[in-house]
C-alpha cells in the first residue's frame, strides 16, 4: 500500500493489519493454535503512514520443513501438527482461504501454530472448507509433497 491508502484504511478499520489483529484475538479466544502479535504501530510518512506489527518467533513453516527436513519421522509429525491444527480451525466454525504450508509454523515440540490469519472467517459453508482444503493440497503439490502427506 501507498502510505495515504494505508492511512485511510486505518481510519476506517479496514487495514490488513487492524484484520490480522481482530482474526488473531478470535483464533485465540476460540482456542485455535495462532501467533499472537504482540506489538504493532503505524509511522507517519509523506502523506500517510505506514503500519507494522511484530509476532514473536515460533518456529519453521510447514513449507520450509517439507522441504529441508529429510527423516520422514519428523516430516510426519509436522504433516501430523498440521493436520490437527487444521481440524482445531474447522472445529472451532472457521475457514481461512490462504491456507497453506507457509502459513502454518511448527515448533521443535512439533506443534502448529497459524500466521497471517487476517483473511480468517466464520465458515458458513462446507463448500468453504472444501475450497480451503483444495488450496492446501494444490500447494503441497506444487512444493513436491507426496500424496500419502497431502492425502493426510
Not at 490480522?20 to 479466544?29: D, M
Not at 509511522?43 to 517439507?66: D, I, M, N
Request: charged share 25%; net charge positive.
Amino acid at each position: 500500500y501507498t502510505p495515504l491508502r494505508q492511512w485511510l484504511a486505518l481510519c476506517a478499520s479496514c487495514h490488513p493489519a487492524q484484520r490480522q489483529c481482530r482474526a488473531t484475538r478470535r483464533l485465540l479466544k476460540a482456542k485455535v493454535p495462532v501467533v499472537p502479535v504482540v506489538d504493532g504501530g503505524f509511522e507517519a510518512c509523506q502523506l500517510g503512514c505506514r503500519v507494522w506489527l511484530l509476532a514473536p518467533f515460533a518456529g519453521q513453516s510447514l513449507q520450509q520443513l517439507l522441504v529441508e527436513v529429510t527423516d520422514d519421522h519428523q516430516r510426519t509429525a509436522a504433516v501430523a501438527a498440521a493436520v490437527h491444527l487444521t481440524c482445531q480451525l474447522i472445529r472451532a466454525g472457521y475457514w481461512f482461504k490462504d491456507l497453506k504450508p507457509s502459513n502454518i509454523l511448527v515448533d521443535d515440540q512439533a506443534e502448529a501454530k497459524l500466521i497471517d490469519v487476517g483473511s480468517v472467517r466464520r465458515c458458513r459453508k462446507t463448500g468453504q472448507i472444501q475450497r480451503m482444503l483444495a488450496v492446501m493440497d494444490r500447494v503441497l503439490a506444487r512444493d513436491g509433497a507426496g500424496e500419502s502427506l497431502r492425502c493426510r
